[in-house]
């Protein structure tokens, strides 16, 4: 490769990585009127592209490697198999690695799956923690004298989502310091001495101070954790690796009912150990964290190139895949610089309602973390062991249903991890909300049941148990893995932070008035509210969430820029229409108009596509 370091300044001027060939600009990140998902590479001669590519090198530090990122520049021009193999320049190995992206696209490096897997632990006490106050609400009210103040059993219960949301705005600048790594190790410092502490606790104000400490590193934690896990995926399998999230949750709910039986003989102190005993998982993510890569996409935020390639070389197959990966990111954030050049902190928060792009990303974000309260799992989670008391069960027996409960919810978290990438986002909500809620409004009516028949309290289980096995594949899942993905590198932060604030504070009025709404209205009356709840929730999903499902990070940009206007209309006039007489009338000549256009991609991965 030639050396153009010592070159005149005219020869290097036409190095010029400016995207002045590709007809789009930031405005369309704004208003993407036509739903164009553009490729940046498209259309570029292969002779521009060896100087742009050689011009970001000499940028950045890469002499030397010019001829690997023009071979992953190439790649990401021709990401399909019929484009890619007719590319005399790239070897046999790129090749078959490229192929093997889809033949084998779970095969991938082992630090990649350990980081993920390690971060993804943290999430476990999120889940304990709530089945360990689930356990503890039997006892703890009447060692405390509270037991007939719902309100402050309330309180303590949503503690950690209550002062969450005074932590998770502080998401943006601690990730701006100290990256993904850092964050997620100060954060599992919170998740280890507070939760200790509960059990030492002599007065109710004390245990809602230790869980308030908890809520400070836990709001911080939710929108950390996924959006490091997103950012190092391959977006094949992007919904995929997410999802261990929600799974590594939902093993900590398991966890937790195993927890509560097993402390359960233990009397008067059993609450105490039920939860402390969530600060476990907390112990190697802090102590092993630092061997994880960063998030290359944060060390491009911070301009760190060189540390970003040694981390996808980390987090891919090849040197190649790195390449491509990096330069493609960086042609996307060239552009998201421009479109979006919120520089502090007040300004990236006004961006979210100010920037149409972003504010839709937020509406659709905020609109999931809702919907997954409006299900009423949360609810499930804190007060299942209740529920099955006042259903007619035992405290043995309750907590044994109650871990019934656990373990059909992480069973079922399983199933995510494929279709999360196969049938869509979207899909999976639209299929299960409706059925989650025919199960609550079931399981409300059997309490209507004479306590004298034998099958009232079975079916409840059942109805329950049914419930939370359509919650595992669809909702689960899905809030970690949206607000995620959704927001362009320089909002990631601040997107996911704000997100979370939506969660923590609707979770937080959920969990206070559940125990006075079950006092007031009964179990009947609680459970047919959520699931008219379940019901709102899958008409908004219908009409403003777009499928993100297989896009880079990048790309998602172009999703976005659709007007929300323009996506419901095509729901209600294209997709609805379209639906019925395939589902409904069954007529298999029904052909559906897909809403997105692909530029530089074929015409075959524009119907592979298809909403």
């Known amino acids: 490769m030639t050396d153009h370091a010592n070159e005149p300044q005219d020869f290097k001027n036409h190095l010029d990585v400016s995207h002045a060939h590709v007809e789009h600009h930031a405005e369309d990140y704004a208003q993407n009127v036509n739903a164009r998902i553009i490729n940046p590479l498209a259309g570029i001669p292969k002779d521009n592209l060896r100087l742009q590519v050689e011009g970001f090198c000499i940028d950045h530090g890469f002499q030397g490697k010019e001829e690997i990122f023009f071979r992953g520049a190439l790649a990401a021009q021709n990401p399909l198999e019929e484009d890619y193999t007719k590319i ?24 990649l799956y350990y980081a993920i897997a390690l971060c993804s632990l943290g999430s476990a006490l999120q889940g304990w923690d709530n089945t360990g106050a689930n356990g503890a609400n039997l006892s703890f009210p009447q060692e405390f004298g509270i037991e007939h103040n719902e309100w402050l059993i309330g309180v303590i219960n949503s503690a950690p989502t209550l002062f969450g949301l005074c932590s998770a705005w502080a998401a943006d600048p601690i990730n701006n310091w100290i990256g993904r790594r850092g964050s997620i190790f100060a954060t599992g410092l919170f998740c280890i001495f507070p939760v200790l502490a509960q059990a030492f606790t002599h007065s109710w104000w ?21 959006i490091y896990t997103a950012e190092v995926s391959p977006a094949s399998i992007r919904g995929g690796m997410v999802t261990s999230f929600q799974l590594w949750v939902a093993f900590g709910i398991m966890i937790g009912m195993v927890f509560n039986l097993a402390f359960y003989r233990i009397g008067a102190l059993a609450w105490r150990f039920q939860l402390a005993a969530a600060f476990a998982p907390a112990i190697p993510v802090v102590l092993l964290v630092w061997w ?81 309260q409006f299900s009423g799992i949360n609810v499930m989670a804190f007060y ?40 869509g986002r979207r899909n999976l909500l639209l299929v299960t909300f409706p059925n989650m809620a025919w199960c609550l409004l079931a399981a409300g009516l059997c309490f209507l049941m004479s ?29 970690s893995i949206y607000f995620s993905e959704s927001f362009p590198l320089s909002h990631r932060e601040i997107g996911g932070a704000f997100t979370i604030c939506i969660n923590n504070a609707v979770g937080s009025a959920l969990s206070l008035t559940f125990p006075a709404l079950l006092a007031r209205v009964g179990a009947t009356g609680a459970f047919g509210l959520y699931a008219g709840l379940n019901i709102v929730a899958f008409l908004v ?55 997105y256009q692909l530029e530089g991609y074929s015409a075959r991965h524009n119907e592979e596509q298809a909403v």
């Open 384 to 423: 299942s062991s209740t529920i099955f008391s006042n259903a007619g069960y035992g405290t043995l027996s309750t907590l044994l249903a109650s871990f019934g409960y656990g373990l059909v919810m992480f069973v079922f978290a399983f199933p995510a991890l494929y279709t999360m990438d196969t049938f």
């Open 292 to 372: 994880c890569p960063e998030s290359p996409r944060w060390l491009m935020k911070k301009g760190r190139y060189q540390q970003a390639f040694r981390s996808f070389c980390c987090l891919r197959n090849t040197e190649m895949q790195a390449a491509r990966e990096l330069y493609y990111a960086h042609r996307q954030v060239m552009e998201e610089q421009s479109a979006f050049a919120g520089t502090t902190l007040g300004r990236r928060i006004w961006d979210l309602v100010s920037v149409p792009r972003l504010r839709r990303a937020t509406l659709a974000s905020a609109w999931i973390v809702i919907s997954q």
């Open 541 to 595: 999903i219908f009409l403003i969430v777009p499928e993100t499902k297989q896009r880079t990070l990048e790309e998602l940009d172009f999703i976005f820029g659709v007007p929300t206007s323009k996506h419901m209309t095509y729901q209600i006039k294209t997709w609805l229409p379209w639906w019925v007489k395939r589902y409904i009338f069954f007529r298999r000549d029904a052909t559906l108009e897909p809403l």
């Open 451 to 479: 306590p004298d028949n034998p099958a009232r309290v079975p079916l409840i289980a059942f109805f329950i148990y049914l419930f939370t096995a359509l919650y595992g594949p669809g909702m689960g899942p899905m809030p």
């Open 206 to 226: 004390e245990l809602l101070l230790c869980r308030a400490f908890m809520g400070l590193g836990m709001g911080i934690k939710i929108s950390v954790i996924p």
């Open 88 to 111: 005399p320049e790239l070897t046999d190995d790129d090749k078959l690695a490229l192929k093997r992206e889809i033949t084998h696209k779970w095969h991938l490096p082992r630090r």
